[in-house]
């Protein structure tokens, strides 16, 4: 098995390239079957690999190739698995494999069905050598690979300008992290001599000491990387813009596997973070202030997508805040809860959307409990288990990382009520969602309901969705041991009963209306308060006016070429030059014969002056 | 003698299409395109029967007989100059390069030249043995000698067949690259000049300037001479105006042409020449030339970024990538030269290839201006298609040519001077900003209704050819660059320890 | 003493050891040189400020003969009859020839008398006057005598055709360009003015 | 004592005097007969330097010298008064400031 590791990554990158290639002659039906089966491929050999190592727990290297060899820096073509590239790549292969066959039917009417699906393998291939690369440079070449994915997926439809510019958003704001991130590379292997994952790992404890400067620069360096991927402030901006793509690409890129790849790099490196603390608090910080932030904003939006973007990122800001404490396989345990009911909720609203004529503004929808059973189920599942109610996946795995960061020292209790804020958030805008989409008057009647293609990875999501959290993930070799004492009891019983009342206010507030919010909304404050928070808190607004329109203006005040202006001076004056002596050529003899000897005088004036010598004989 | 053949086979099959106009008007482009197929063949067959190839033995530079080959016979015995040509495996990926690009040009231009077809297959021809001479000669005169016979027929090109604004471009190139050359000219002869008064003879062989005797002084204003000649061609910042109305103006092979060899051969010169030559010198100079490099690298990006013709947003393109180049050089170690030449290379696949997108969109639009342009995707997806992955790549997609070479520059040049990364890294962030802003506004966005009523013919078959040529190249380049690499080592391995020997207090910080 | 006339150097200088005159110029003489000298002065002054041309060439004849005398004098005597024979004779001639041909007449003295006005030579004359001195400056710490001994035309002719004789080619080749132009420039002339009587007949 | 000798100097003062004169009349005259007289001027002015240096040294060269000077000479004056010919047919004057269409 362990030799053919490498046909994971490239089933889906052959089904890629053959699409690319051949899919303009191919039957629509063949080229559902050669997207859907690349992945599904993946999957089971991805299945059978989980299988083997369930039984032997064996850590596999393979080198395919050498990338490229200059002197010491011989990074590779080569993987590496463990318990946690497992998890990764069930992920992605299988929630991968449902959105291909959700994606069958979903886009079934678009022309341009073959390039749909050649992105989308070639997103899989890209995201599973991010996984599974075992140096940091293929993990490069993967994280910048799903990155020119996610653009060509969310400017998929690129006769609209905005999904265009919504895609050079995300690339480029993701770029930026990307840069830092590289430069954290080029620091690694300076300091280390090696790009090899666990290589430098081990080398880096010899080298440094807990809390040396470098380690920490480096592991910001990544964190950037991370922040920039995973939409974590201050590079969030892009992940609510991306869903102007197709919505099984939000669900399979902006929600459960492209954006939680900065989640799997301080995951795999966590071995350079705990040398530096600083680093990690950083981290923790930053997912913490972002959860929050995005619920709030979560809260005010009307587009069923933005929503779920924001508490996407919200999500992820509980992913960091685990990272960010020590809680690594929390951490990877909530993203693999969060990819299952994330990716339910998104594909629920894509159905909603496919069967609604492209609506995404969701007090435009409403009613659609009875005309869309399947649908209305796995949101209410999936909306249970993102506010995380007792049971749910996403219950256990929140849970979890409350827990460990309220016995963080110090910083933990107010990490702890800031993440019990926002679950309270979380719980309270979810909920929000289902009773404007599901219950009340219905305002739009849907002209069909799913097929079985969108009902199948549905419900089997549904499942995941509900029972994820009784998985044991397969991460206790690769993470040190975190965590030992149980805190006190009343933290957890806190802990529980905060979704919950969550869920009774959105109740009284969106469905029962006990509670009327209308003078708090119509209060200058409050509309201002909404207004920002509608806004993703200005941001969007802070960047256009102090970084997008100062290069915009930039590139428009150089485009003419200033360094020509010392060129063009150089011509000029040459012409001016030219002008002057032009003149001096009247053309009339005696006028040069009296220059002439006017010349001569000072010449033979100046020969004498310059000594004996010159014009003695 | 392989190298005069090469050199000799291009100028005659220009000379052989330029009379086989007087046959039929279509017969120039078969002839050209027989010759620089022929040439590739005869380098390749002659590559392949050389003994070294197999091992690549690491040659002394100043020692031509460990080179992959030398020629040498008198010219003029008089000043000590001959025909010496050498190869060696940079000039082998060079000339490798130049031929290749050679056969994309004329493809490339197949269709679009309706006049004196025969006289411009041969200037086509002509300025390519000036190339590949420049590559090869390692006489100084010799070498000064081609780089003027490729600037000309360059000239011709730009200033016969360009576009509307053609004259002015064509005497800038001419003007800029002239002024250059001269100035290297004279730093040629002085250098000769104080070589010939330490030793005597009069010489113009590289092998033998290697060892010449300089004060530190006069070495620093020959060796800014030499940099001068060839960061003009390179084109460093400031240097780089004449590019942009070169490249725009010029016919869609000599924008291949001019973007994929010409601009190599300044960063050729700058490691054959410019650095061995004045390794003291030069280790001086490398703290501003590495800032032009990297100030050439965000210039020529936010300059890109506010262009709106398509031809010169892919030229200042290029000036951000060659400012990579120029950082590589003057980073002077394995990793950032290893990634100049690759940079050399996969620049050069990958801008040939968008300029001649741009050439095909022009011959079909009849316009380069992009706002006029928007969503093409829509009829023309195969050159869609074929530009988003030279945009990819060009914006340094890891997995194709041009990450590998500008990691391994930036990699390099992280052990030299940390700050300087840094503003080079923005230049990745920059890139990705005006090269998706070229695929929008051409390729995609609202179908724009000028050109929805007309037929816009996709790529034919020679074009798809032609891309998958290239695009075959950067991908091998991205995912197996080793041969490359391989061919270079040895090179710049004793290049290195060339300068290291002169350089005592290098190579002690070194160990 | 002559037999190897292909070391030219060495030949001349024996030559000139050969021909040597007697060696001193007589009171007479002397007076002659300043004479002469004064004629040339006063000639080609004049020479340059008469408005008829045929005047001024006949003064400027003189002053050539007085200086062909002055050669005379100081020992060259072969250059003096050059200087009357080519200068004073065939170029002087060919002057007059064009004169004529040119029939300037009465009209043409007035033209020349009003372009003499002292505003036109006022200028030149300092600029002149100022490169006089500067001549005059220079040639000032000049001091010896002429030699006495008088340079034969054979002397003049084996240096010629020794060491000289490139300088003789490039003549040659001088004269021969000035024959072709001469010739081109006065048949064009001549066939215009044909063609011009022609035409208007 | 063998008597008196004329003085190098003497010679070239009156040499300079007639090229000075030569120039004035080169500067001052419009018509291109004199010019060209002047330039005879000037010429046979330096022809008498020559001389008289040669004379100085006992040498022929100065002689030969006088003789280029002369050849010049007469190649000038025949191409010259040709191009007076040509002038005076075209222009319908003598007068060099006619003949100015060598402006820049």
């Given at each position: 098995?362990?030799?053919?590791?490498?046909?994971?990554?490239?089933?889906?990158?052959?089904?890629?390239?053959t699409l690319m290639l051949f899919g303009k002659n191919l039957r629509r039906s063949h080229i559902g079957y050669l997207g859907v089966s690349s992945v599904g491929i993946s999957a089971l050999l991805t299945a059978l690999l989980a299988i083997e190592f369930m039984q032997n727990q064996e850590v596999l290297e393979t080198l395919v190739w050498t990338?490229?060899?200059?002197?010491?820096?011989?990074?590779?073509i080569s993987f590496y698995f463990d318990g946690l590239t497992l998890v990764m790549m069930s992920v992605i292969t299988g929630v991968g494999f449902l959105i291909h066959l959700f994606s069958t039917e979903f886009m079934e009417e678009d022309p341009s069905y073959a390039r749909y699906f050649a992105y989308?393998?070639?997103?899989?291939?890209?995201?599973?050598?991010?996984?599974?690369?075992?140096?940091?440079?293929l993990l490069y070449l993967g994280w910048e690979g799903v990155g020119v994915c996610s653009y060509l997926l969310v400017g998929f439809w690129y006769q609209h300008s905005a999904n265009g510019h919504a895609a050079r958003k995300a690339f480029i704001v993701t770029r930026i992290g990307d840069t830092a991130m590289a430069l954290g590379l080029l620091l690694l292997f300076s300091h280390l001599g090696t790009l090899d994952i666990q290589v430098l790992m081990g080398k880096a404890s010899q080298v440094w000491e807990v809390g040396e400067n470098i380690p920490l620069i480096a592991c910001l360096l990544l964190v950037c990387g991370a922040v920039g991927k995973s939409a974590q402030l201050p590079l969030h901006t892009w992940l609510p813009d991306a869903m102007a793509g197709p919505t099984p690409v939000s669900a399979l890129i902006h929600a459960a596997t492209m954006v939680t790849a900065g989640v799997y790099l301080i995951a795999r490196t966590h071995g350079l973070f705990l040398l530096a603390p600083d680093a990690m608090i950083v981290v923790a910080i930053i997912g913490v202030v972002t959860s929050l932030m995005a619920a709030f904003t979560a809260l005010m939006q009307t587009d069923i997508k933005r929503i779920l973007a924001y508490s996407t990122i919200s999500q992820i800001g509980y992913m960091f805040l685990a990272l960010g404490v020590g809680a690594w396989s929390a951490g990877i345990f909530h993203l693999m809860t969060h990819a299952f009911f994330k990716a339910l909720l998104f594909l629920g609203s894509g159905a909603i959307i496919h069967c609604l004529h492209h609506e995404h503004n969701i007090f435009k929808m409403g009613g659609l409990r009875t005309r869309m059973p399947v649908t209305f189920w796995s949101f209410?599942?999936?909306s249970a288990a993102l506010a995380a109610l007792p049971m749910t996946s996403g219950f256990f795995s929140k849970d979890q990382i409350l827990l460990q960061a309220y016995q963080l020292p110090d910083l933990g209790p107010g990490l702890w009520m800031a993440g019990l804020l926002g679950a309270l958030l979380t719980a309270i805008y979810s909920f929000r969602l289902v009773f404007v989409v599901f219950f009340g008057e219905a305002n739009t009647e849907p002209d069909k309901d799913t097929e079985w293609r969108m009902a199948i990875p549905l419900s089997i999501l549904c499942f995941l969705a509900l029972v994820g959290g009784y998985f044991t993930i397969p991460v206790v070799d690769v993470f040190p041991v975190t965590g030992g004492s149980h805190p006190a009891h009343w933290v957890e019983y806190v802990s529980i009963s905060v979704p919950i009342v969550g869920l009774v206010i959105a109740y009284f507030v969106f469905l029962n209306r006990r509670i009327n919010i209308e003078t708090l909304t119509?209060?200058?404050f409050g509309r201002g308060l909404g207004n920002l928070w509608l806004s993703g808190w200005g941001i969007d607004w802070l960047y256009d006016r102090l970084f997008v329109r100062p290069y915009y203006r930039l590139a428009n005040l150089l485009k003419s070429e200033p360094v020509d202006v010392i060129y063009n001076a150089i011509v000029e004056l040459n012409q001016l030059l030219n002008l002057w002596l032009s003149k001096s050529q009247t053309g009339r003899l005696r006028w040069y014969l009296v220059s002439m000897v006017a010349g001569l005088i000072i010449l033979i004036s100046l020969a004498s002056n310059l000594g004996p010598g010159v014009l003695q004989w | 003698m392989v190298m005069i053949n090469l050199i000799l086979i291009l100028l005659v099959g220009g000379l052989l299409a330029m009379l086989s106009e007087r046959l039929d008007e279509n017969m120039p482009r078969k002839v050209a395109m027989a010759a620089v197929l022929f040439d590739l063949i005869y380098l390749i067959s002659s590559m392949l029967s050389l003994p070294e190839i197999a091992q690549l033995q690491a040659p002394i530079t100043n020692d031509p007989s460990t080179w992959l080959m030398h020629f040498k016979a008198n010219w003029i015995p008089a000043f000590g100059?001959?025909?010496?040509?050498?190869?060696?495996?940079?000039?082998?990926?060079?000339?490798?390069?130049?031929?290749?690009?050679?056969?994309?040009?004329i493809s490339a231009s197949w269709t679009d030249i309706v006049k004196r077809k025969g006289f411009?297959?041969?200037?086509?021809?002509?300025?390519?043995?000036?190339?590949?001479?420049?590559?090869?000669?390692?006489?100084?005169?010799?070498?000064?000698?081609?780089w003027e016979v490729m600037l000309i027929p360059m000239y011709f090109m730009i200033a016969i067949w360009g576009h509307e604004n053609r004259g002015y471009a064509a005497m800038k190139f001419f003007i800029f690259t002239q002024a250059s050359g001269l100035l290297m000219l004279v730093s040629i002869l002085v250098l000769s000049a104080i070589n010939q008064e330490t030793t005597g003879v009069w010489t113009f062989s590289y092998f033998d300037l290697l060892n010449t005797n300089i004060s530190e002084q006069a070495s620093y204003w020959i060796m800014l001479g030499f940099f001068i000649a060839f960061v003009v061609k390179l084109p460093g910042f400031p240097f780089h105006t004449w590019l942009p109305d070169a490249h725009t103006q010029a016919p869609t092979a000599g924008s291949v042409i001019l973007a994929g060899v010409l601009l190599k051969t300044g960063a050729y010169g700058l490691i054959r020449f410019a650095v061995p030559l004045f390794p003291q010198a030069a280790l001086d100079f490398s703290y501003p030339a590495m800032l032009l490099g990297a100030a050439g690298v965000v210039y020529g990006a936010v300059l890109a970024f506010g262009q709106a013709d398509f031809k010169r947003l892919i030229a200042y393109s290029s000036v951000s990538h060659m400012g990579f180049v120029l950082l590589g050089i003057y980073a002077w170690n394995e990793l950032a030269l290893q990634g100049a030449v690759m940079q050399m290379v996969a620049h050069g696949f990958s801008t040939a290839a968008l300029f001649m997108i741009a050439g095909s969109i022009q011959e079909r639009l009849h316009t380069r201006d992009m706002s006029q342009m928007s969503g093409l995707w829509h009829q023309m997806p195969r050159m869609g298609a074929v530009a988003m992955f030279f945009v990819v790549a060009s914006l340094g997609l890891p997995g194709l040519g041009n990450f590998v070479a500008e990691f391994l520059i930036l990699l390099g040049l992280f052990q030299v001077n940390v700050w300087i990364t840094v503003i080079a890294a923005t230049g990745l962030i920059t890139g990705a900003a005006y090269s998706l802003l070229l695929m929008q506004k051409s390729f995609q966005g609202e179908i724009n209704k000028k050109w929805a009523e007309s037929k816009l013919s996709d790529f034919g078959q020679r074009e798809m050819m032609t891309m998958a040529v290239m695009i075959i190249a950067l991908i091998f380049l991205g995912i197996y660059p080793q041969p490359v690499l391989n061919i270079a080592e040895p090179v710049l391995h004793s290049l290195l320890d060339l300068t290291a020997l002169a350089l005592p207090s290098i190579a002690e910080a070194k160990l | 003493m002559r037999k190897d006339p292909l070391i030219p150097g060495v030949y001349c200088h024996d030559l000139i050891q050969f021909n040597n005159r007697s060696g001193v110029l007589s009171m007479l003489e002397i007076v002659f040189f300043y004479i002469a000298s004064l004629v040339a002065l006063i000639a080609t002054v004049m020479a340059m400020t008469r408005a008829n041309a045929i005047h001024a060439l006949i003064y400027l004849i003189v002053s050539l003969l007085a200086v062909a005398v002055i050669f005379f004098l100081i020992g060259a005597p072969f250059a003096a009859a050059l200087e009357i024979v080519i200068y004073a004779g065939a170029i002087m001639v060919l002057f007059v020839f064009v004169i004529m041909m040119l029939n300037l007449g009465e009209k043409g003295d007035k033209q020349e008398r009003q372009w003499l006005s002292p505003s036109v030579w006022v200028g030149p004359a300092l600029l002149s006057i100022v490169l006089l001195a500067e001549l005059l400056f220079i040639i000032s710490?000049?001091?010896?005598?002429?030699?006495?001994?008088?340079?034969?035309?054979k002397a003049v002719g084996l240096s010629l055709f020794g060491p000289y004789v490139l300088a003789v080619e490039i003549s040659a080749m001088l004269l021969l360009a000035g024959l072709v132009g001469s010739f081109h420039l006065g048949r064009r002339y001549l066939e215009r003015d044909y063609g011009d009587e022609r035409g208007k007949e | 004592m063998d008597g008196l000798d004329i003085p190098l100097n003497h010679i070239l003062f009156i040499s300079s005097l007639l090229f000075a004169i030569g120039m004035l009349g080169l500067m001052i005259r419009r018509n291109i007969i004199f010019i060209l007289m002047s330039l005879e001027v000037m010429l046979n002015s330096a022809a008498l330097a020559f001389v008289a240096a040669g004379a100085h040294w006992g040498q022929p060269d100065g002689q030969v010298v006088f003789m280029l000077i002369l050849t010049v000479a007469a190649a000038e004056v025949a191409v010259g008064l040709g191009l007076v010919l040509q002038v005076q047919k075209r222009f319908k004057t003598l007068d060099m400031d006619h003949a100015n269409r060598m402006q820049g």
């Amino acid at each position: 098995m362990s030799k053919i590791i490498w046909l994971i990554p490239l089933m889906p990158f052959v089904g890629s390239i053959t699409l690319m290639l051949f899919g303009k002659n191919l039957r629509r039906s063949h080229i559902g079957y050669l997207g859907v089966s690349s992945v599904g491929i993946s999957a089971l050999l991805t299945a059978l690999l989980a299988i083997e190592f369930m039984q032997n727990q064996e850590v596999l290297e393979t080198l395919v190739w050498t990338w490229m060899q200059v002197g010491s820096f011989a990074p590779g073509i080569s993987f590496y698995f463990d318990g946690l590239t497992l998890v990764m790549m069930s992920v992605i292969t299988g929630v991968g494999f449902l959105i291909h066959l959700f994606s069958t039917e979903f886009m079934e009417e678009d022309p341009s069905y073959a390039r749909y699906f050649a992105y989308l393998n070639m997103f899989v291939a890209s995201m599973l050598i991010l996984v599974m690369a075992d140096n940091l440079l293929l993990l490069y070449l993967g994280w910048e690979g799903v990155g020119v994915c996610s653009y060509l997926l969310v400017g998929f439809w690129y006769q609209h300008s905005a999904n265009g510019h919504a895609a050079r958003k995300a690339f480029i704001v993701t770029r930026i992290g990307d840069t830092a991130m590289a430069l954290g590379l080029l620091l690694l292997f300076s300091h280390l001599g090696t790009l090899d994952i666990q290589v430098l790992m081990g080398k880096a404890s010899q080298v440094w000491e807990v809390g040396e400067n470098i380690p920490l620069i480096a592991c910001l360096l990544l964190v950037c990387g991370a922040v920039g991927k995973s939409a974590q402030l201050p590079l969030h901006t892009w992940l609510p813009d991306a869903m102007a793509g197709p919505t099984p690409v939000s669900a399979l890129i902006h929600a459960a596997t492209m954006v939680t790849a900065g989640v799997y790099l301080i995951a795999r490196t966590h071995g350079l973070f705990l040398l530096a603390p600083d680093a990690m608090i950083v981290v923790a910080i930053i997912g913490v202030v972002t959860s929050l932030m995005a619920a709030f904003t979560a809260l005010m939006q009307t587009d069923i997508k933005r929503i779920l973007a924001y508490s996407t990122i919200s999500q992820i800001g509980y992913m960091f805040l685990a990272l960010g404490v020590g809680a690594w396989s929390a951490g990877i345990f909530h993203l693999m809860t969060h990819a299952f009911f994330k990716a339910l909720l998104f594909l629920g609203s894509g159905a909603i959307i496919h069967c609604l004529h492209h609506e995404h503004n969701i007090f435009k929808m409403g009613g659609l409990r009875t005309r869309m059973p399947v649908t209305f189920w796995s949101f209410m599942i999936g909306s249970a288990a993102l506010a995380a109610l007792p049971m749910t996946s996403g219950f256990f795995s929140k849970d979890q990382i409350l827990l460990q960061a309220y016995q963080l020292p110090d910083l933990g209790p107010g990490l702890w009520m800031a993440g019990l804020l926002g679950a309270l958030l979380t719980a309270i805008y979810s909920f929000r969602l289902v009773f404007v989409v599901f219950f009340g008057e219905a305002n739009t009647e849907p002209d069909k309901d799913t097929e079985w293609r969108m009902a199948i990875p549905l419900s089997i999501l549904c499942f995941l969705a509900l029972v994820g959290g009784y998985f044991t993930i397969p991460v206790v070799d690769v993470f040190p041991v975190t965590g030992g004492s149980h805190p006190a009891h009343w933290v957890e019983y806190v802990s529980i009963s905060v979704p919950i009342v969550g869920l009774v206010i959105a109740y009284f507030v969106f469905l029962n209306r006990r509670i009327n919010i209308e003078t708090l909304t119509t209060s200058s404050f409050g509309r201002g308060l909404g207004n920002l928070w509608l806004s993703g808190w200005g941001i969007d607004w802070l960047y256009d006016r102090l970084f997008v329109r100062p290069y915009y203006r930039l590139a428009n005040l150089l485009k003419s070429e200033p360094v020509d202006v010392i060129y063009n001076a150089i011509v000029e004056l040459n012409q001016l030059l030219n002008l002057w002596l032009s003149k001096s050529q009247t053309g009339r003899l005696r006028w040069y014969l009296v220059s002439m000897v006017a010349g001569l005088i000072i010449l033979i004036s100046l020969a004498s002056n310059l000594g004996p010598g010159v014009l003695q004989w | 003698m392989v190298m005069i053949n090469l050199i000799l086979i291009l100028l005659v099959g220009g000379l052989l299409a330029m009379l086989s106009e007087r046959l039929d008007e279509n017969m120039p482009r078969k002839v050209a395109m027989a010759a620089v197929l022929f040439d590739l063949i005869y380098l390749i067959s002659s590559m392949l029967s050389l003994p070294e190839i197999a091992q690549l033995q690491a040659p002394i530079t100043n020692d031509p007989s460990t080179w992959l080959m030398h020629f040498k016979a008198n010219w003029i015995p008089a000043f000590g100059i001959s025909i010496e040509f050498a190869m060696d495996g940079i000039s082998l990926l060079m000339v490798l390069l130049t031929l290749i690009l050679g056969a994309v040009a004329i493809s490339a231009s197949w269709t679009d030249i309706v006049k004196r077809k025969g006289f411009f297959e041969a200037n086509l021809l002509w300025s390519l043995a000036g190339v590949l001479g420049v590559f090869l000669a390692l006489d100084l005169l010799l070498f000064f000698l081609f780089w003027e016979v490729m600037l000309i027929p360059m000239y011709f090109m730009i200033a016969i067949w360009g576009h509307e604004n053609r004259g002015y471009a064509a005497m800038k190139f001419f003007i800029f690259t002239q002024a250059s050359g001269l100035l290297m000219l004279v730093s040629i002869l002085v250098l000769s000049a104080i070589n010939q008064e330490t030793t005597g003879v009069w010489t113009f062989s590289y092998f033998d300037l290697l060892n010449t005797n300089i004060s530190e002084q006069a070495s620093y204003w020959i060796m800014l001479g030499f940099f001068i000649a060839f960061v003009v061609k390179l084109p460093g910042f400031p240097f780089h105006t004449w590019l942009p109305d070169a490249h725009t103006q010029a016919p869609t092979a000599g924008s291949v042409i001019l973007a994929g060899v010409l601009l190599k051969t300044g960063a050729y010169g700058l490691i054959r020449f410019a650095v061995p030559l004045f390794p003291q010198a030069a280790l001086d100079f490398s703290y501003p030339a590495m800032l032009l490099g990297a100030a050439g690298v965000v210039y020529g990006a936010v300059l890109a970024f506010g262009q709106a013709d398509f031809k010169r947003l892919i030229a200042y393109s290029s000036v951000s990538h060659m400012g990579f180049v120029l950082l590589g050089i003057y980073a002077w170690n394995e990793l950032a030269l290893q990634g100049a030449v690759m940079q050399m290379v996969a620049h050069g696949f990958s801008t040939a290839a968008l300029f001649m997108i741009a050439g095909s969109i022009q011959e079909r639009l009849h316009t380069r201006d992009m706002s006029q342009m928007s969503g093409l995707w829509h009829q023309m997806p195969r050159m869609g298609a074929v530009a988003m992955f030279f945009v990819v790549a060009s914006l340094g997609l890891p997995g194709l040519g041009n990450f590998v070479a500008e990691f391994l520059i930036l990699l390099g040049l992280f052990q030299v001077n940390v700050w300087i990364t840094v503003i080079a890294a923005t230049g990745l962030i920059t890139g990705a900003a005006y090269s998706l802003l070229l695929m929008q506004k051409s390729f995609q966005g609202e179908i724009n209704k000028k050109w929805a009523e007309s037929k816009l013919s996709d790529f034919g078959q020679r074009e798809m050819m032609t891309m998958a040529v290239m695009i075959i190249a950067l991908i091998f380049l991205g995912i197996y660059p080793q041969p490359v690499l391989n061919i270079a080592e040895p090179v710049l391995h004793s290049l290195l320890d060339l300068t290291a020997l002169a350089l005592p207090s290098i190579a002690e910080a070194k160990l | 003493m002559r037999k190897d006339p292909l070391i030219p150097g060495v030949y001349c200088h024996d030559l000139i050891q050969f021909n040597n005159r007697s060696g001193v110029l007589s009171m007479l003489e002397i007076v002659f040189f300043y004479i002469a000298s004064l004629v040339a002065l006063i000639a080609t002054v004049m020479a340059m400020t008469r408005a008829n041309a045929i005047h001024a060439l006949i003064y400027l004849i003189v002053s050539l003969l007085a200086v062909a005398v002055i050669f005379f004098l100081i020992g060259a005597p072969f250059a003096a009859a050059l200087e009357i024979v080519i200068y004073a004779g065939a170029i002087m001639v060919l002057f007059v020839f064009v004169i004529m041909m040119l029939n300037l007449g009465e009209k043409g003295d007035k033209q020349e008398r009003q372009w003499l006005s002292p505003s036109v030579w006022v200028g030149p004359a300092l600029l002149s006057i100022v490169l006089l001195a500067e001549l005059l400056f220079i040639i000032s710490d000049v001091n010896g005598p002429v030699s006495t001994s008088s340079v034969s035309p054979k002397a003049v002719g084996l240096s010629l055709f020794g060491p000289y004789v490139l300088a003789v080619e490039i003549s040659a080749m001088l004269l021969l360009a000035g024959l072709v132009g001469s010739f081109h420039l006065g048949r064009r002339y001549l066939e215009r003015d044909y063609g011009d009587e022609r035409g208007k007949e | 004592m063998d008597g008196l000798d004329i003085p190098l100097n003497h010679i070239l003062f009156i040499s300079s005097l007639l090229f000075a004169i030569g120039m004035l009349g080169l500067m001052i005259r419009r018509n291109i007969i004199f010019i060209l007289m002047s330039l005879e001027v000037m010429l046979n002015s330096a022809a008498l330097a020559f001389v008289a240096a040669g004379a100085h040294w006992g040498q022929p060269d100065g002689q030969v010298v006088f003789m280029l000077i002369l050849t010049v000479a007469a190649a000038e004056v025949a191409v010259g008064l040709g191009l007076v010919l040509q002038v005076q047919k075209r222009f319908k004057t003598l007068d060099m400031d006619h003949a100015n269409r060598m402006q820049g």
